[in-house]
Structure formats: structure tokens, C-alpha cells
């Protein structure tokens, strides 16, 4: 069974439980707070020296980083990962603006906004640029999503859950939707598949049985 | 036959033109001068909403974009690409280090220091947190490299591939790699590899004669 090593309020960590629970896949789970710098110690470092959660132990000590590898790792072979190659190349693009265009601005916003205390005023240096940064990737978002109802072809895949995790809190951050409804939508058509879980909902203890 | 859009000295596009090169796949080059505003333009846009190189035609009027998303897409089916399902996840971890943890410091001093005249003191105030990312970036991989020849595997890796074209211009701007032996070791592997070109090579013009 894997161990998953996530943050219960990070968003990239909430795509690897989304992924497992529409899977239906058991795992144990391991919170790690990285507010409390649990992300940081030797023993941590030791499995990922990046010192970043989600981590997940895919055999035992054969550990597996960045949010969507884990998502192509864990639904290779399934309907959530396509394989044909202009397609799997299609769900990488989105998958890698995600990380390099949406993350780092709707993310750090997020993280600074909506879970540190005081990191309005911390980083009101940084907000500004993470505001225009952020509204260009979702204007890009929607600009595609007008025309499609998924990022790569007619279905849900992991290309949508690494978009969806920061772009359904981006609300929590100041970010204002309201001239994005092609994007509105989409959320509402990932809330409505089958085993879509919320960031909070956690799995049944089942490892602790084991 | 593919069209490329691409800038010469951007380390992005040139991880394609290094790719092709060891593919020995034919292709067709347009320049795009993002100094000059040319990937802002209408025509640009319509082709990559996120007005970015490289960008890929990959038959008549279909694009793909983000610079490791081409990879695996022009790579599929050769050795570059490892297509076992835990090397893949491997080779993607790298990637979306590389996005997300090398790329954004190594690559926006590039930009700055290397190619914009005046961008030391314009990014001034950035340049210090692109250090201190971009060194921690580096650690790891040394951390990595110090023990495994290449990235994923025991070959030469799109996933090689991504990460060496900034590692390989971070002396040009004030990264001073002395510290990490089996970085600049597997630089030289890489040089060596058959197929290496450099970041100014170009392809004969092919094209134009077809």
C-alpha cells in the first residue's frame, strides 16, 4: 500500500488525494505540517531532499516528488491518464503551465493570504505581481475552456485535477471569478464527477487496520 | 516535416533544438525575438495564448507548447524517452523540478544578467532570492548526480535534457559551480553525448528547399 505524504491544506497534495479517492485506491496517509517546518527535518530531507510535500513511498524506501508525477505515476494505466502520444504531450503542456504559470502566483498567494497569518502585509511586496501573473494564466484557462469542456479532449483527466487544486481557492486569495465562467463552470463539472472528494475530506483510517 | 518557433539564447527552446539534434529529426526554424515583443503579437497569440517559445507545430495548424511537454512528445517512442512507469514518473519528477525549481531562478538570471543589458540593476531586488533558489536547486541535483551518472536510469534522458540547458548557462550569470564536481562532471557527459549541439547551432535550412 502507498504512504502519502501531504499536507492536509496544500493544494498540491490535494491533487494526489483527488487522484487516489476518483482511483479508488487505499493508501496511508502522512500528515506533514510544513507550516512547522515538518518538511525540513534530516528525516524528511532524507526522502526528498527538495524538502516538499506531496511525497509518496511508491515501495518501501523508493520515494516519488512533484505533485504531477505522482498524478502520472499513480493513474498510468487509467482513464485519467492519456497515453496516445499527441494527447499525453497535450495534458503535459497544461500540466506544466500549471506548475510554472498558475502555481507560483495563485499558489504562493494562497499560501501567504490564506494560511499564514499576517502574510498579507509579509508580502504585500510580492501580491501585486502574483495578481497579474495569476489573472493571465486564467485568462488563458478560459480562453480555452470556452471552447472545451476538459484541458485535453472530451474527458476529465489529471491535466483538469492539477489545474483544479489551486484554481478552486483562488477565491480564498482575492482572486475575483466572477468574469471567468467558462473556468466557474469547469469547477462545477469537477465537483460533479464520480468520487471527487473536497481538500478537507481524508481517508477512512484504513492503514491503521493493517 | 515540424515547424519550430524558437529563440536561439533561450535555454527553453534550446532543449528542443537539442533533442531534434540527437533525434537526427528534420525540422523547420522560425525565429521569435521575445526581446523584440514578437511572441506578444496577434498572429503569436493565436498560435500560444501563453505567448511563450518553444512552441511546436505538429501538423498543420496544431501547436503544442511548454518546452518539456515537446520533449516527451518528440522523443516518444525513442531512447530519450523511458516509458516504464515509475522511470517515467522519475523523468517527469526531474522535469517539474526543473520547471518549477530551476528553471524560475537559473533561467530569470539568465534572462536578466545574460541577455537584457541593464538587468542587474533593473532586478535588483529579485536577484538575491533567484541566488539563493537557484543554489538550493543546484544542491540538490548535485546531491543526485554525486551518486547516478544521469537523472533516470543509466542513460542519457529527455529528462537530462531539460535540466542542462540552464545548469549549463548558470556560470554566465554569477553561479559559481566549483562547488559541485558531479555537476560539472555530467555537463561533460553531456557534451560528449553523440548528437550535442550547442545553444548557438542551428540546422542547415532544410526547409527552404522543400
Known amino acids: 500500500m502507498y504512504t502519502l505524504y501531504s499536507m492536509q491544506r496544500s493544494g498540491n497534495s490535494y491533487k494526489v488525494r483527488l487522484a487516489l479517492a476518483r482511483l479508488g485506491i487505499p493508501y496511508k496517509l502522512v500528515e506533514v505540517d510544513i507550516l512547522k517546518g515538518e518538511s525540513r527535518t534530516p528525516e524528511f530531507l532524507a526522502k526528498n531532499p527538495s524538502g516538499q510535500v506531496p511525497l509518496l513511498e511508491v515501495a518501501p524506501e523508493r520515494y516519488l516528488a512533484e505533485s504531477n508525477a505522482i498524478l502520472w505515476y499513480v493513474a498510468g494505466g487509467s482513464v485519467l491518464a492519456p497515453e496516445d502520444r499527441i ?8 500540466m506544466f503551465f500549471e506548475q ?4 507560483p502566483n495563485i499558489g504562493a ?14 508580502q504585500s511586496h510580492a501580491i501585486e505581481d502574483w495578481m497579474e501573473n495569476g489573472y493571465r494564466a486564467l485568462g488563458v484557462m478560459e480562453k480555452h475552456l470556452a471552447r472545451h469542456p476538459y484541458f485535453v479532449g472530451p474527458h476529465f483527466t489529471i491535466a483538469d485535477i492539477a489545474l483544479y487544486a489551486y484554481t478552486h481557492v483562488a477565491e480564498q486569495c ?8 467558462a473556468i466557474r463552470a469547469w469547477l462545477d463539472r469537477i465537483q460533479s464527477e464520480p ?3 473536497t481538500m478537507d475530506w481524508q481517508p477512512q483510517p484504513l492503514a491503521l487496520a493493517q
Do not use: N
Open 87 to 94: 494527447v499525453r504531450a497535450e495534458a503535459l503542456q497544461w
Open 100 to 103: 510554472h504559470s498558475l502555481e
Open 109 to 122: 498567494a494562497y499560501f501567504w493570504i490564506a494560511l499564514i497569518k499576517g502574510g498579507r502585509e509579509l
Open 174 to 181: 482575492d482572486f475575483d471569478l466572477t468574469r471567468f465562467p
Open 195 to 197: 468520487g471527487y472528494v
